[in-house]
């Protein structure tokens, strides 16, 4: 019975270490400036954690294995612990445990310490149940007023833009999030109803968009292409199905977009995720 | 009923391990007193009264400071805040359940003299202060709706009206107990058991009212002194 | 031999009538049954929600006829609506973490055996204990109504329906998962199906389960504290007890913050509060006037202040019951019992300042999330440590595979398994991409819910001849542990690959998203794992009842093991000792003592050499108190 135990602990050992040697499921490929140090340290905690876990695994398989009651007639060994093992194993998962966790924090730091760099493109986003509204400040990159009083879905004004104020002339509100290549990003998340978040997978980081909250984070994306856009907070029955895509433009390109009206910019958000693709997940 | 196993001397000595004394049968330093003493315990079984009320007390205690902590942070968190002029006859609750806790405290100690029966006459004060607490409290939520302030109008009288009543509903339970050992009003003779749980009783009774005369001592200073 | 150091003061004799004897009892060993039963009816439905679910997603848009036929209006057609899913995947956390993982564990069997263990008659408050039980059922039960009050058009139209804040009668649950965030939980039937009366009823339900355990707790801590037996100090109890104390204290210490949490919740929805709602919402074009300035977050820091340490609520009985068998079948002292007792206690005072990494994603302040983040990752260092003296206690041990035995070492396997992704987790820039994936999924699941449950398994099969006076079936337990451990693992471990390439929680159909497309044979794979697992459980339900009847007969230490309820009757009477308590001598873990006659020393065994012990914490009549 021993010897059984011993070998299904490590047959599934080596399955679920296996499991994450292949990298047949891995992270998709990351289009964010910070997502390499991430990538970095994740890679880092996974081996300090697939070591910890086979070794915690073989050690005990292997005890069960020597340690089985053969019907020999001495005892088990009569101890009651040692106090210098007990300093040695305290000290040093501590000093691992805790170093991974500080240097877990730069990455942390370089997203929610700093300001978002000056000349940062700036997008508004505001989710509401099921639908993301990506608010653009247009050419003369102010944001319009927005008032919630002024939300009217059907005619289409989903953020409560106020068409009055001169600075909203020339805002766009669009579904899709276009973002240019290699230049800082700040986006400002705002909720019409409950709490949404901000997901794409490619750039490592998640942010809850918290209803009366305005929270700002930046990133900046580097490889030009179309990443679809999930919501990973509980919102309510559709939650699975509030997607929207991020592009992730060169510059002329993204200039010459955030140029255009409303009506010009939603064709070519349109032409453009026909001319994008999604990234290759079959790997 | 213990057993029979094992006859042979026992060797106290572990081999690998901490030194004797660490190991889980230390404590052995070898007494022999009070093996003529019969369980359960006296002051045990009537201590339970007294550990069970100032546990019970931890997390009525948690409750509040839960409670607290929201008020404090829902008043720093917008802009809605509008802070309720306090009612004066909040100063009429306030003395009347201070005025309670001495009264208590003053019966309590009778009881442990049996031959009066002060203790029950001090007991009938505390009820009739604790309820003209609660009427007074209830007076104050009265002035309140007068000027139309209900529980939903700002989150300020939200807190009011609900630490009150979350007071008031703990104070009730205080005034049933009281009841209760008006009920009883006199501590029983003779067992010295009986007079043990009837004492621990009393002072677990007193310490929850006292505990609910300083809980609400708190709760006025936050919610008319702490803006 | 202790018959002359103790006399019986009184003897209680057990209630005759059935109803006091069974149904309304007082006896902490019948309450300690309750919930035990109420657990496994409970886990029960769990269960049968999560194959539900998993069908749901590796099998979408499937006609299943008879679901049709039972849930008419959350599978019209046979199909699962996102409502019914989402409402599934809220009453599956909410029935299992409050009604199996703290029901069981805690009530159950530290009902059962915190008193005997100690040398009680009984808990010191048996009527308390009583309410405490019958509260939690009531609990249970609204939150069972949930379903139906949102669930059926008659009833949600009806006046009961409409007294109760009315509902969609759309969908058949609440929806808001188990941890009810606002304002999506506060707003009501605005923020569409789910958000009615059921909602109403599930913060209900919630709130009188906190009650119940807080009076569980209350005479727990109590009972402990003041009814040791002469010469049990604190020291010399079996680390069950450390394990039920800890627990008692958190559960006396978050439940109150919980409770506060659904008292504000429930007026923000009733009375129009505006305490985690903020102005300004806005659903369907209309604005919702009557909330100003609340806070949504606040809602997280009091439910999480509670959350983290219910996590420890849930498994640290779990690792008391491992700790314990163990060293039984291993026939060896426990390795490092202080060390054991000072992690226990290290990892429940940790637990109530680590909530934040909960919130890391939600908004609040950054730095204080370094914080939460270098504690969080402390606490591992008193888990680690629990780990490292299991492996030493079973070092040079002479192991018997007894069917709790199996499942113990099971338990410690599934607590690495499961706790070690922690390290990942806790890292404020790690749980980024991972946060609200199958990978906290995984995590979550492996720790709390199957190692808690592993845990469980080993206590029932250790005590059940205590408890019944018979063994339960060893073919069926041994058949029932190979199965279940080796799907657990089949079901979870390939859930955290999925969170790193992306898979969300909580999501109805993963329809949606090319990129979980090369997900799906994992899916369907971690599916079959599940319902193959699920099925050998009732493997398990059928032993146990056949072996309350038929089982082999069990004598008073079958297992021969050491602490005070195996000095006892099996099953033990009324007043567990028959009126003689025991006298403790020694440690509760003296397996393999040089020179003694057997292997085992009882913890009753009086030592020739030196005297009795006075213990030091007593009965309580030493001043300590």
Redesign the interface.
């Known amino acids: 019975?021993?010897r059984a135990?011993a070998v299904?602990?490590w047959i599934?050992t080596l399955?679920?270490v296996s499991?994450?040697f292949v990298k047949k499921?891995?992270?998709?490929e990351a289009i964010s400036s910070h997502a390499a140090a991430?990538d970095r340290?994740?890679l880092l905690?996974?081996i300090?954690?697939g070591i910890?876990?086979t070794a915690?695994?073989i050690?005990?398989g292997y005890?069960?294995w020597k340690?089985?009651?053969r019907g020999?007639s001495d005892?088990?060994?009569?101890?009651?612990?040692?106090?210098r093992?007990?300093v040695v194993?305290?000290v040093v998962?501590?000093v691992i445990?805790?170093g991974?966790?500080?240097m877990?924090?730069?990455?942390?730091?370089s997203?929610?310490?700093n300001k978002a760099p000056a000349g940062s493109f700036q997008v508004e986003v505001v989710a509401?149940?099921f639908q993301w509204n990506f608010h653009y400040p247009g050419k003369d990159g102010v944001f319009g007023r927005t008032d919630?009083?002024l939300?009217?879905?059907?005619a289409l004004n989903y953020i409560?833009l106020d068409q009055t104020d001169p600075n909203a002339k020339d805002d766009v509100v669009h579904s899709v999030i276009a973002v240019p290549e290699g230049r800082p990003v700040e986006l400002i998340l705002r909720s019409?109803?409950?709490?949404h978040?901000f997901?794409v997978?490619q750039l490592?980081?998640?942010?809850?968009l918290?209803?009366?909250?305005m929270?700002r984070v930046h990133f900046t994306a580097n490889r030009p292409g179309k990443y679809?856009l999930?919501?990973?907070?509980?919102?309510?029955?559709?939650?699975?199905?509030m997607?929207s895509f991020m592009l992730v433009l060169p510059a002329d390109e993204h200039q010459a977009l955030m140029a255009l009206p409303q009506d010009q910019f939603q064709t070519r958000v349109t032409e453009l995720l026909a001319k994008y693709q999604?990234?290759n997940?079959?790997? | 009923m213990a057993t029979t196993v094992g006859t042979r001397p026992l060797t106290k000595t572990g081999i690998g391990g901490g030194p004797k004394s660490r190991g889980p049968n230390g404590n052995s330093s070898p007494k022999r007193n009070g093996h003529d003493r019969a369980f359960p315990d006296l002051n045990s079984a009537a201590n339970r009264y007294r550990i069970g009320m100032w546990v019970g007390l931890a997390s009525i205690l948690m409750l509040f400071t839960a409670l607290s902590s929201a008020y404090i942070v829902r008043a720093a968190s917008a802009n809605d805040w509008q802070p309720l002029t306090m009612p004066r006859i909040l100063l009429l609750s306030t003395t009347l359940i201070l005025i309670s806790s001495g009264t208590l405290e003053a019966a309590r100690r009778k009881l442990k003299d049996a031959s009066s029966n002060a203790h029950g006459r001090w007991l009938l004060v505390t009820v009739a202060l604790g309820i003209g607490f609660l009427t007074s409290q209830l007076l104050a939520w009265r002035h309140l709706v007068r000027q139309g302030i209900y529980v939903a109008s700002n989150p300020h009288s939200s807190f009011f009206y609900l630490l009150t009543a979350a007071h008031g509903v703990h104070l009730l339970g205080g005034l049933a107990a009281l009841a209760y050992l008006l009920l009883r009003t006199r501590a029983p003779q003779g067992d010295p058991l009986a007079v043990a749980k009837s004492q621990a009783g009393a002072d677990a009774v007193t310490l929850y009212w006292h505990f609910m005369d300083f809980l609400w001592l708190y709760l006025f200073v936050l919610l008319f002194f702490v803006r | 031999m202790s018959g002359e150091t103790h006399e019986a003061v009184h003897r209680h004799e057990a209630p005759t009538s059935f109803i006091r004897k069974y149904i309304f009892s007082l006896d902490h060993k019948v309450i300690g049954i309750q919930y035990i039963v109420l657990a496994l009816v409970a886990v029960l439905v769990g269960m049968t929600m999560s194959l539900l679910m998993r069908m749901n997603l590796s099998w979408p848009l499937t006609h299943w006829p008879i679901l049709g036929t039972l849930f008419p209006t959350g599978a019209p057609g046979g199909i699962m609506n996102p409502d019914f899913y989402l409402s599934l995947v809220t009453m599956h956390g909410t029935i299992m973490v409050f009604f199996v993982l703290t029901t069981a564990p805690q009530g159950g069997f530290g009902n059962y055996f915190l008193p005997i263990q100690i040398g009680a008659e009984d808990m010191a408050f048996p009527f308390l204990n009583m309410m405490s039980f019958w509260v939690t059922l009531v609990g249970f039960i609204v939150l069972l109504a949930a379903i139906f009050v949102e669930g059926n058009t008659t009833i949600a139209n009806s006046a009961l329906g409409v007294a109760l804040g009315g509902a969609s009668g759309a969908t058949v649950g609440p929806i808001g998962g188990w941890t009810g965030y606002a304002p999506l939980s506060a707003v009501g039937m605005a923020a569409g199906p789910g958000e009615g009366a059921g909602m109403n009823l599930w913060i209900v339900s919630i709130a009188i389960f906190c009650v119940g355990s807080l009076l569980g707790a209350l005479n727990f801590i109590t009972t402990l504290l003041n009814m040791r037996t002469r010469g049990m100090s604190l020291m010399r109890m079996p680390l069950t007890c450390w394990a039920w104390f800890t627990t008692a204290v958190l559960a006396l210490l978050s439940f109150p913050v919980l409770l506060a949490g659904g008292i504000l919740l429930l007026l923000d929805r009733t009375v129009g509060t505006s305490f985690f709602i903020p102005g300004g919402l806005v659903f369907g074009s209309s604005v919702l006037t009557t909330h100003t300035g609340g806070s949504p977050i606040l809602w997280q820091h009091l439910f999480w202040f509670f959350g983290h340490p219910e996590v420890y609520i849930a498994i640290l009985p779990g690792m008391g019951a491992t700790s314990h068998i163990l060293s039984t079948f291993a026939r060896k002292p426990v390795f490092g019992y202080r060390a054991m007792v000072f992690a226990i206690f290290a990892i429940g005072l940790l637990g109530f300042f680590v909530w934040g990494h909960h919130m890391f994603i939600s908004g609040m302040s950054p730095y204080s999330a370094m914080t939460f983040s270098i504690l969080t990752l402390s606490i591992g260092v008193p888990s680690a440590v629990k780990t490292f003296n299991w492996l030493g206690t079973l070092w040079g041990a002479k192991i018997r595979f007894t069917t709790p035995m199996l499942f113990a070492i099971g338990f410690v396997s599934l607590f690495v398994a499961g706790g070690i992704t922690g390290l990942v987790l806790g890292q404020t820039s790690l749980d980024l991409p991972v946060h609200d994936t199958y990978f906290v999924l995984a995590h979550f699941h492996l720790v709390m819910g199957v190692a808690s449950i592993f845990g469980m398994f080993a206590a029932i099969y250790f005590w059940f001849p205590k408890m019944f006076g018979r063994f339960m079936n060893d073919r069926l337990g041994k058949l029932h542990f190979w199965i279940t451990f080796v799907g657990v693992y089949c079901i979870f471990v390939p859930m955290h690959t999925m969170g790193m390439v992306g898979m969300p929680r909580r999501y109805a159909q993963f329809t949606e998203y090319r990129w979980l497309d090369t997900l799906h044979p994992l899916v369907v794979f971690v599916s079959i794992a599940a319902i193959v697992t699920v099925l050998t459980q009732l493997l398990f339900y059928f032993n146990l009842v056949w072996s309350v009847f038929r089982g082999k007969k069990a004598g008073t230490n079958p297992w021969e093991a050491t602490t005070l309820e195996w000095t006892t009757a099996s099953p033990p009477p009324h007043d567990n000792f028959a009126g003689v308590l025991p006298v403790v001598y020694r440690g509760p873990y003296e397996f393999a003592v040089p020179g003694a006659a057997n292997d085992f020393v009882m913890q009753t065994e009086p030592d020739a050499e030196s005297p009795v012990t006075e213990g030091v914490g007593g009965n309580g009549h030493n001043g300590r108190h």
């Open positions: 019975m021993g135990l299904i602990i599934l399955g679920s499991l994450f499921w891995w992270f998709p991430l340290q994740f905690t996974i300090v954690v910890a876990f915690a695994q050690g005990l005890v069960v340690y089985r009651d020999q005892r088990a060994v009569y101890t009651h612990g040692s106090n093992l007990e194993w305290t998962t501590a445990f805790i991974l966790a500080v877990g924090q730069s990455v942390w730091a997203l929610h310490f509401q149940q919630p009083n939300i009217d879905d059907s409560g019409r109803d409950v709490i978040d997901w997978p490592r980081f998640k942010q809850d918290v209803p009366g909250m929270i679809e999930a919501c990973a907070e509980l919102c309510g029955q559709f939650h699975f199905r997607k999604l990234p997940y079959q790997q």
